[in-house]
């Protein structure tokens, strides 16, 4: 898979001046910024961009290392997957699915996040406890979620 930053950044005279800051639309709203580094992003110029970021009163993140899709877009993608297999399942209708999101995870990740959701689920033991007790269980539900194929009929 070409990692599009560093490609982009190849013929440039200093590659290590090269990342991207991408917003999460609509961005006047959503305060996110997802800083991605190519393969030759100097520490300066990530370090500045955030700073740059932080100056408008965004919420800045470095990515580690230079992903296709950045992190919330994946994010995004993985829980759109399940949402559109749930509504060809015939489990729920989009408006259903809709009213699911709004009143409960949407809230409770906007208030938490999943990591800390489950660390304050675990009660005393916090995430340890919440992955010993209900963690084992996840990858025989991971094994269930949905891959819908998308066709003219259900598009």
Known sequence: ???Y???????????????????FNPPHLIPLV?????????????????EFYESLSKAPII??????GFVANRLQAAVFQECV???LEGVVNPKELDT??????????????????????GGNGGFEDFMSHLGKN???????L??????????
């Open 100 to 121: 699911v999101v709004n009143s409960s995870l949407g809230l409770r990740y906007a208030a938490d996040g999943p990591f800390l959701s489950f660390h304050l689920g």
């Open 5 to 23: 930053i560093t490609y982009i950044s190849e013929k440039m005279e200093n590659p290590g001046r090269m990342c991207v800051g991408h917003p």
């Open 138 to 144: 996840m990858p025989d539900l991971w094994k269930q």
């Open 85 to 87: 297999n749930l509504v």
């Open 34 to 50: 997802e800083i991605v580094p190519g393969k030759s992003t100097s520490e300066l110029t990530l370090n500045k961009t955030k």
């Open 63 to 68: 990515l580690k290392k230079e992903i296709n």
């Open 146 to 155: 949905g891959h819908p194929e998308l066709n003219k009929d259900n598009i």
């Open 1 to 3: 898979m070409k990692k």
